[in-house]
């Protein structure tokens, strides 16, 4: 029996009854993929997350095509996982978790994502996580993440367990951020992902106080089905006045002001207001080919120095 066949039948054995999620690796060609350097996804679960979101982008263009399910997310059949792994090229860096939480608590049944991270690392293929789950950070993952390859960030919206469970059934925020800490002091490149950053929720004092050494920002933008969402939550989306790819976002001036408020040590801030992202690449983010700001190795760094040398 080939190697495929032994994943597979392990997997099936091990998973509750699911259905497969078949879209599971995708590359973006929308007109924000220029905008971002990471857009070929790996979605080990899909069609649903556990954590529901109401700010939720997936759910957002799912629910109301009946495609999305909070108890039954679909699963990703390791075996073809595998296969698509190969044709990877080796020194890629591909995303995990870029329309569900490839950590969302049915990981703990199925473990897809962890036979993927696997292989990846064989594969020498660099993978961006991101969850709002402190799984990443369990011992029983922790012995697989390859410092040279994984880069992990943990999104929080609030630091108030109370105030957090208003508008996502994620883990509390009191366990994702010892799950940063934890990452942080064992020399992995992670990042909290304030995303969507939301002022009104986030105490900046305590933020900035956590000893967290990398922020990644993402400002909320809203169409019909998050206004809806958050209807119930009296957040004021009037101040969202700038129309852009059929979302409304706060205007430029606004972030700015918020911004100012994070007083991390390194702040990168991903965008999809095109004029947005253009200023934060050029005054604000500090690498600009990246707006993830993920570390890089010395080679990669020498290759950079010699770009901009030639530029």
Same mark, same amino acid.
């Given at each position: 029996m080939n190697n495929n066949a032994?994943?597979? %039948?392990?997997?099936?054995?091990n998973q509750p009854e699911t259905k497969e999620y078949k879209g599971f690796y995708k590359t973006i %060609?929308?007109?924000?993929?220029?905008?971002?350097?990471?857009?070929?996804?790996?979605?080990?679960?899909?069609?649903?997350?556990?954590?529901?979101?109401?700010?939720?982008y997936a759910r957002a263009q799912l629910d109301f095509r009946k495609l999305w399910s909070t108890d039954a997310p679909r699963v990703a059949d390791i075996g073809k996982i595998e296969k698509t792994i190969q044709k990877i090229p080796p020194g890629s860096i591909i995303r995990l978790g870029g329309m569900?939480?490839?950590?969302?608590? #049915?990981? &703990?049944?199925c473990k897809v994502t962890r036979e993927t991270i696997k292989l990846l690392n064989a594969r020498k293929v660099g993978y961006l996580i991101v969850t709002k789950s402190p799984i990443v950070s369990y011992p029983y993952y922790l012995e697989? #993440?390859?410092?040279? $390859?994984?880069? *992990?960030?943990?999104?929080?919206?609030? &630091?108030?367990?109370?105030?957090?469970?208003?508008?996502?059934?994620?883990?509390?925020?009191?366990?994702?951020?010892?799950? *940063? #800490?934890?990452l942080q002091k064992k020399g992995f490149d992670v990042a909290i992902r304030l995303?969507?950053? $939301?002022?009104?929720?986030?105490?900046?004092?305590?933020l900035n106080n956590l000893g967290i050494e990398k922020c990644i920002v993402e400002f909320l933008r809203y169409n019909g089905w998050i206004k809806e969402w958050f209807s119930d939550m009296s957040y004021d989306l009037d101040k969202y006045t700038l129309h852009s790819g059929n979302y409304l976002h706060l205007p430029?001036?606004?972030?700015?002001?918020?911004?100012?408020?994070?007083? *991390?040590?390194?702040?990168?801030v991903?965008?999809?207001?095109?004029?947005?992202?253009?200023?934060w690449q050029k005054q604000f983010n500090p690498n600009?080919?990246?707006?993830?700001? $993920?570390? *890089?190795?010395?080679q990669q760094k020498e290759e950079m120095e010699q770009q901009k040398q030639g530029n």
């Open positions: 032994n994943i597979s %039948n392990n997997h099936s054995q %060609n929308s007109n924000h993929a220029s905008m971002c350097k990471y857009p070929t996804r790996l979605d080990t679960y899909g069609c649903g997350c556990a954590h529901n979101c109401k700010y939720c569900t939480d490839c950590f969302q608590p #049915l990981e &703990l049944q697989i #993440l390859d410092p040279d $390859l994984a880069h *992990i960030q943990i999104s929080v919206t609030c &630091l108030d367990n109370a105030e957090s469970r208003r508008y996502e059934y994620a883990p509390p925020p009191d366990q994702r951020i010892p799950a *940063i #800490l934890t995303s969507p950053l $939301l002022e009104e929720f986030m105490d900046f004092d305590k430029l001036e606004e972030k700015l002001r918020i911004i100012s408020k994070v007083k *991390i040590h390194s702040v990168s991903c965008e999809k207001v095109p004029d947005h992202y253009y200023y600009p080919a990246d707006c993830c700001n $993920l570390r *890089i190795n010395p």
